[in-house]
C-alpha cells in the first residue's frame, strides 16, 4: 500500500518537474515545437548593412520594420545600420530620406526622439557594386562600427538590389574577406525574392552564394512567410488535436489558394515585365501557402524539419509538362476597367510595358500531389492584379456528406463544409456548415463560424519584415527557404513556362480590370464540377 502511494506521489512529482522545465526550457526540451514557439527573442548586437540602400523596399519595408522593432525595444543596443548603393548621398541625406518614407509606411507613425536616436546609427556608403574600393571602406566602416559602437563582429547583409546585382555583390563580399567576421562573431545574408528567374538561374546563383557562404548563413526571403496568419497555419494544424484526422483525401475534395489583388503594377511596369504573375507570385507566395497547407507534421518546430517537410510537398507534386499546360493551367492580362470605382489603364498601357506585352498577370492552375494523403485531391492556386478584391484564402473544401438525408429541394441550400484560413484582409478562420433554419418546414442554410484575429487578441500584427529581420538577426532560419526548396519549387514553374512559350501568343488583354479573371479560369474548374469561391 505504502510502496504505492509513494509510486504515485513519485509520478506527480516528476510530472510537476517536467512540466516547469517545459515552460523555462531552451528549445530542446521534451518537446521541441513547443519550445520553439516559446523562444525568447533578443538578439545580439550587430551590422545590417543594405545593398540597395536608396531603393523602395529599404525606404517602403525594411527601414520602417527596424524603427518598429527598436519601438518595441527588440533592438539590441550596439544596432547599426549601413546603407551601400550607387547614389552620391550623404549620412544624413540618407537618413532624411529614410524619415519620410518612415513617416508614410510605418505601421505605428514616429515618435521624434526615438526616431533621432533610431538615426545616429545609420550611415552610408556610396559605391558601385562592382568597385573593390567600395567593399575596402564598407570594411573600414563595420570594424569602425565594431570598436565604437560594441557591433561585435556580427554581420547581416541585405540584398535588396535588383536580382542581376546579387552574383556580383556576392563575389565582392567574398573577395574583400566579408564573408567571415573578423571577430569571431556571426555573418548572415538576406537574398530578396525573385531568387533566379528559372530552375538553371536558380542553380547558378545558389552555387555562387555556396562558393562565398555557407547554407546556414544563407536567408532566402519570401515575406509571405513572415506574415502572423501564414505562421498560424502550422500553429492551427498541429497545435490543434481535431483538424490533422481530417486533413486528407479521405475527406477534403479540394483546395483553394488564392491571393487577389486590387493593385496594379504600381510603377514596377520594368520589373513585371520579365516577371510576370508566375515568376512574381506563384513560384515563391502561393507555393509557401501550398507547402503550408500540405506538408506532414515536421518532427519538431526547427529550420530543417519544417523545411525537409516543405520540401517533400514540392517533391511530390506532378509536374505540369510543358505540352500539358493548356489542360491545367490559364494566364491572363488585364484591360482597362473600374476598380473601386476608379477607371484604370490595360496592363499594355503601365508605365515601362510593351504595348503588345505577353507577360501574364493573371494566372490560375492545379496541381495534384502524389502522396498517400493527397493523391487525387487537386490543388487549385489562382492570383492576379487588378482583380476586383483584395483578397488572400486558403480554403479546404471537405467531401459532401456521404448519404443526403435532407432534402436539398428549392427551400434549401445544402453546401458542403469549407475552412477558410484568410490571410488578409481581415485575418481569420471560417468554418462553413449547414445549419437548419429555425421554423416548421425542414430548412438548410449555411452559416459560419468565425475567428478573427482583431476581435480575439486585439493587438495589431506585427509587418512581416519585422518578424523576418528579427528571425535573421537570432539565427532561426525557419521562415526562409533552403536551396533544395527554392530549386524545387522552380522545377515545377520552369515546365509551365516553356510550354507557355511554344504556345501561339495569347489573347491579351483577356479580362477586364476589376473582374475576377479570364473565363477559361472557370472553365478550368467546371470541367471537375467545381467552381471558385466567391470572395
Ligand atoms: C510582392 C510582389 O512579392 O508581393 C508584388 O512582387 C505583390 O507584386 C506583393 O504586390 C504582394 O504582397 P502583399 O504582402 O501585399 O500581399
Redesign the pocket.
Known amino acids: 500500500m505504502d510502496d504505492t502511494i509513494d509510486r504515485s506521489l513519485n509520478s506527480i512529482i516528476s510530472r510537476l518537474i517536467n512540466r516547469k522545465q517545459n515552460m523555462t526550457d531552451t528549445p530542446t526540451t521534451t518537446n521541441p515545437l513547443r519550445a520553439g514557439l516559446r523562444m525568447q527573442r533578443t538578439s545580439e548586437p550587430a551590422t545590417m548593412v543594405i545593398f540597395g540602400a536608396t531603393g523602395d523596399l529599404t525606404h517602403r519595408k525594411l527601414v520602417p520594420a527596424l524603427y518598429n522593432l527598436q519601438r518595441e525595444r527588440l533592438l539590441p543596443p550596439g544596432f547599426n545600420v549601413i546603407g551601400f548603393a550607387r547614389r552620391d548621398w550623404s549620412d544624413d541625406f540618407f537618413r532624411d530620406s529614410l524619415l519620410k518614407a518612415a513617416r508614410q509606411y510605418s505601421r505605428s507613425g514616429i515618435e521624434d526622439a526615438l526616431w533621432q536616436s533610431f538615426a545616429e546609427d545609420i550611415s552610408y556608403v556610396q559605391a558601385s557594386f562592382d568597385d573593390p574600393a567600395g567593399y575596402t571602406a564598407l570594411a573600414e566602416k563595420l570594424n569602425e562600427l565594431d570598436q565604437q559602437r560594441g557591433a561585435s563582429g556580427n554581420r547581416l547583409f541585405y540584398l535588396a538590389t535588383p536580382p542581376e546585382n546579387y552574383a556580383t555583390i556576392i563575389q565582392q563580399l567574398g573577395a574583400a574577406g566579408l564573408a567571415k567576421s573578423p571577430s569571431g562573431g556571426w555573418v548572415r545574408i538576406i537574398i530578396e525574392?525573385p531568387f533566379g528567374r528559372d530552375l538553371p538561374s536558380a542553380r547558378a546563383l545558389n552555387t555562387e552564394v555556396h562558393q562565398v557562404f555557407d547554407e546556414a548563413q544563407v536567408y532566402r526571403i519570401d515575406?509571405?512567410l513572415g506574415?502572423e496568419t501564414v505562421q498560424n497555419i502550422l500553429v492551427f494544424r498541429f497545435a490543434n488535436g481535431i483538424f490533422e484526422p481530417v486533413w486528407n483525401r479521405r475527406y477534403v475534395d479540394h483546395v483553394q489558394i488564392t491571393?487577389a489583388?486590387t493593385?496594379g503594377?504600381?510603377g514596377?511596369g520594368g520589373y513585371?515585365e520579365h516577371a510576370g504573375a508566375m515568376r512574381?507570385?506563384v513560384q515563391?507566395?502561393l507555393m509557401q501557402l501550398l507547402m503550408l497547407t500540405a506538408m506532414e507534421p515536421p518532427v519538431g518546430y526547427r529550420a530543417d524539419a519544417v523545411r525537409d517537410e516543405k520540401v517533400k510537398v514540392l517533391r511530390s507534386i506532378r509536374a505540369i509538362a510543358p505540352e500539358q499546360v493548356g489542360e491545367h493551367t490559364v494566364r491572363g492580362q488585364y484591360g482597362p476597367g473600374v476598380v473601386n470605382g476608379q477607371s484604370v489603364p490595360g496592363y499594355r498601357e503601365e508605365q515601362g510595358v510593351a504595348p503588345d506585352s505577353r507577360t501574364e498577370s493573371y494566372v490560375a492552375l492545379r496541381f495534384f500531389i502524389d502522396s498517400w494523403r493527397w493523391a487525387g485531391v487537386p490543388f487549385l492556386l489562382r492570383t492576379g492584379?487588378r482583380l476586383p478584391k483584395r483578397a488572400?484564402e486558403i480554403a479546404i473544401q471537405f467531401r459532401q456528406a456521404p448519404l443526403m438525408l435532407f432534402d436539398s429541394g428549392p427551400m434549401s441550400d445544402i453546401e458542403p463544409n469549407v475552412l477558410a484560413i484568410k490571410v488578409?484582409p481581415d485575418e481569420g478562420i471560417t468554418l462553413r456548415f449547414d445549419s437548419k433554419v429555425p421554423g416548421q418546414a425542414n430548412q438548410i442554410r449555411p452559416v459560419t463560424m468565425d475567428f478573427r484575429y482583431n476581435a480575439s487578441f486585439g493587438v495589431e500584427s506585427p509587418e512581416?519584415y519585422e518578424r523576418l529581420l528579427l528571425d535573421a538577426m537570432l539565427g532561426d532560419s525557419t521562415l526562409f527557404t533552403r536551396s533544395d526548396e527554392v530549386e524545387a519549387s522552380w522545377s515545377l514553374i520552369t515546365p509551365i513556362h516553356q510550354g507557355w512559350d511554344a504556345a501561339p501568343a495569347p489573347d491579351f488583354p483577356n479580362y477586364e480590370a476589376g473582374t475576377w479573371g479570364p473565363k477559361e479560369s472557370d472553365k478550368l474548374l467546371e470541367h471537375d464540377w467545381r467552381a471558385w469561391r466567391r470572395l
Do not use: G, P, T
Request: no cysteine; hydrophobic share 25%; glycine share 0%.
Open positions: 525574392k515575406h509571405y506574415k491571393v489583388e493593385v503594377v504600381e514596377r513585371y512574381d507570385m515563391n507566395h492584379k488572400s488578409q512581416a
